[in-house]
């Protein structure tokens, strides 16, 4: 059982390119999610989807866009990076029941923007 | 405000000393849910424990405990002799059941040096 993948583990990128962050979970979880963790600010929610195709706008959504075409994917993409988009980057999934549940988080990706 | 603050920066300690890691919150919600979450030098987040707002039990796991008390809004965490192992980041978080969409907040995080 793979939990949450997230592809790529580390990119790095020049100022102005574009990339997409690709997160993948097999649990069949309705709700995902995209956070950025910085030095000293702990983890930062930047999108989050209740079900495929919804998506809203999180704690930091500019400089990102977010798609959910399919349940078990959701993909965050930077059109115009920026150095200030260097960080790592989380995803997770949640069935939602919290009694029960918790956040299963991906294993993150490390985002260098030149 | 819905916020999670972790106001310990860094702890440091030696082996097998006792170290309690503070986390205070501030809700309005009468209901929701506590987290602490784990992440190793590795990098990965590890779940540790999930408290609703209805259940103020403390709770022990081996050398981990956690302290609940709703009167002080706070949610704080307790190592036991403390190992070379439980050096990480610690997050504690929280999810709000009342507004809309749950999501979690996370604290800013505390790390853990646990010296030889």
């Known amino acids: 059982n793979a939990g949450v993948t997230q592809t790529p583990k580390f990119r790095v990128l020049k100022t102005g390119q574009s990339m997409t962050l690709l997160c993948a979970q097999d649990?069949?979880?309705?709700?995902m999610y995209w956070y950025r963790q910085d030095p000293g600010m702990g983890l930062r929610l930047i999108h989050y989807s209740v079900g495929e195709g919804t998506t809203a706008k999180g704690e930091v959504p500019d400089g990102y866009n977010v798609s959910r075409l399919k349940k078990q994917n959701f993909l965050l993409g930077l059109e115009s990076a920026a150095p200030s988009q260097t960080s790592v980057y989380f995803c997770?999934?949640?069935?939602?029941?919290?009694?029960?549940?918790?956040?299963?988080f991906g294993e993150g990706s490390r985002l260098t923007v030149l | 405000a819905q916020k999670v603050t972790q106001a310990q920066t860094e702890i440091s300690v030696v082996e097998k000393e006792d170290v309690t890691l503070d986390c205070v919150y501030e809700t309005r919600d009468t209901t929701y849910y506590l987290f602490w979450y784990k992440q190793p030098p590795s990098g990965e987040l590890v779940f540790l424990i999930r408290?609703?707002?209805?259940?103020?039990q403390n709770e022990i796991s081996g050398r981990y405990s956690w302290n609940f008390q709703k009167s002080t809004s706070s949610f704080n965490f307790t190592i036991t002799a403390s190992q070379v192992v439980d050096s990480a980041v610690y997050f504690c978080?929280?999810?709000?059941?009342?507004?809309?969409?749950?999501?979690?907040?996370f604290g800013t995080g505390t790390r853990l040096l646990v010296s030889p």
């Open positions: 649990m069949n979880h309705e709700y």
């Open positions: 978080a929280l999810i709000f059941m009342n507004t809309g969409f749950q999501k979690l907040v």
């Open positions: 408290r609703n707002s209805f259940d103020e």
């Open positions: 997770a999934s949640s069935d939602g029941d919290w009694n029960t549940g918790e956040l299963f």
